[in-house]
């Protein structure tokens, strides 16, 4: 079983729309990290945290330690928004990173 | 340079050769890590350096896969004999400590013949 959890695993919107996906972890992440796909590999970091909320920009990202749960949210989506978004634990007493198996976001004009 | 830097960006070799991939940090970046990525997968961690040493290498999966940071900056990951299943995209990512935010180069498409 993989110690995080992502879903939905592809999720089509509307531009303009307000978009969520979930990440689930397990015990021993001590960090959540929030990551952006695009078509040819490149990975950019959007957020790392381990409480609370951030948001830059139309992104937001919340954890739950309690509930070892994380959202990324996307208000007012646009098409530039379509890529893949990958939910990483960093693995407290190793510092790896360990995936989700991405969500494939598209957002369609 | 004011990201990580992958090279070569694609390589293609046929089986039973040996090829280096090499990963530039961003400069001061004491950690430096490498995952490998499957096609329709999340990035897999293969080893974690902290400065020169390999404070990691639980995800190499056998001895073919070896890696290098001899002067804790450029990162060197050295692939013997190497076999169809190794295709897949290197990626390699740098922090500046092991608990701050990682930086992902644009990785290495490796495609063995």
């Known amino acids: 079983k993989n110690e995080v959890e992502q879903s939905p695993q592809n999720l089509t919107a509307q531009e303009g729309e307000f978009i969520t996906i979930n990440c689930s972890y397990s015990?021993?992440?001590?960090?959540l990290h929030w990551l952006q796909q695009h078509p040819g590999g490149g990975i950019v970091s959007l957020f790392m945290?381990?409480?609370g909320k951030k948001k830059h920009g139309r992104l937001i990202a919340t954890i739950n330690i309690q509930e070892k749960h994380s959202s990324l949210h996307i208000t007012a989506s646009h098409p530039r928004d379509s890529a893949v978004y990958i939910c990483a634990g960093t693995q407290g007493g190793s510092e790896k990173l360990v995936f989700g198996k991405g969500t494939k976001l598209t957002v369609n004009p | 340079g004011a990201g990580v830097s992958q090279t070569p960006s694609n390589k293609v070799t046929e089986k039973g050769k040996y090829v280096e991939l090499r990963c530039d940090p961003i400069s001061g970046h004491t950690a430096l890590y490498w995952y490998r990525q499957s096609l329709g997968q999340g990035p897999e961690f293969l080893i974690y350096?902290?400065?020169?040493?390999?404070?990691?290498d639980s995800g190499l999966p056998n001895d073919r896969f070896f890696a290098v940071r001899p002067e804790g900056s450029v990162s060197t990951l050295k692939i013997q004999r190497t076999e169809r299943g190794d295709s897949a995209v290197y990626l390699c990512?740098?922090?500046?400590?092991?608990?701050?935010?990682?930086?992902f180069g644009q990785g290495t498409r490796l495609t063995v013949v």
């Open positions: 990512a740098s922090s500046l400590t092991s608990r701050t935010e990682a930086f």
């Open positions: 015990v021993g992440i001590s960090a």
């Open positions: 350096f902290q400065g020169t040493g390999a404070a990691d």
């Open positions: 945290l381990s409480s």
